[in-house]
């Protein structure tokens, strides 16, 4: 079964303008990490944000921002301000378990973002 | 250390030839993963290793796919008699295996093609 499920494949968006990538997750743990990257075309995957199971507060890291939405098990990330460098792919992902005994990431399929002048 | 490194960046081969990939993970890292990405893709999940240990395998990893890290440095991913099927984006990915360490750093990967 599909454990992290991006329903947008692709998307665009206006320079300056804000943008929300959804993503839904399976899991019946009750400790796991919720995480973005993106990949632009060159192809390396890029940390942007990460949540933790038990955190409380939604995630930011400058313009990112996470929707964490527990009951409903949905972790959308928010890009405000969009430039042109925002272009790429992005996934979601989740490792499942104890932050001290992660293994594998489970990505989702991933949005293709394009922003637009 | 700049980050994980992996080598080559691209291959093409031939039907039915075996490739070998190489990753060098952040020095202090202690687990490193192999993940395929095919085109439109998201990552999957092939194995890792903590150390030199391999403690989780993808029923995606057939019988010739083999992965090695035999001195908890570096690893080695072989495929034997590659298939069309092969060609893919082959990542590697480094972590630190403590407290709340959470992020993977993913290498630039190795495009292989087979023709």
Avoid at chain 2, 22 to 46: A, K, M, V
């Amino acid at each position: 079964a599909q454990k992290i499920t991006q329903t947008q494949p692709g998307m665009f968006v206006q320079e300056k303008e804000a943008v929300t990538l959804d993503c839904t997750y399976d899991t019946s743990d009750q400790s796991y990490g919720l995480f973005w990257y993106k990949q632009p075309s060159s192809g390396e995957m890029i940390f942007l944000i990460y949540q933790g199971s038990y955190d409380e507060q939604n995630a930011t890291e400058g313009r990112y921002s996470l929707n964490f939405q527990k009951a409903r098990k949905s972790a959308n990330l928010v890009i405000s301000a969009s430039q042109l460098g925002d272009s790429a792919m992005y996934f979601c992902a989740m490792r499942e378990g104890r932050a001290d005994s992660w293994g594998k990431f489970q990505f989702g399929a991933g949005t293709q973002v394009v922003v637009t002048p | 250390d700049t980050g994980v490194s992996q080598n080559p960046r691209h291959k093409i081969t031939k039907r039915g030839q075996n490739v070998t990939f190489r990753c060098d993970p952040i020095s202090e890292h202690n687990r490193l993963y192999w993940y395929r990405q095919t085109l439109g893709q998201g990552p999957e999940f092939l194995t890792y290793f903590q150390n030199e240990a391999q403690l989780e395998k993808s029923r995606l990893l057939s019988d010739r796919f083999s992965a090695e890290r035999p001195k908890g440095s570096f690893s080695t991913l072989e495929i034997q008699r590659t298939e069309q099927g092969d060609s893919a984006m082959y990542l590697c990915a480094s972590s630190y295996r403590a407290g709340n360490s959470n992020e993977q750093f993913f290498g630039p990967g190795t495009r292989l093609t087979v023709l």
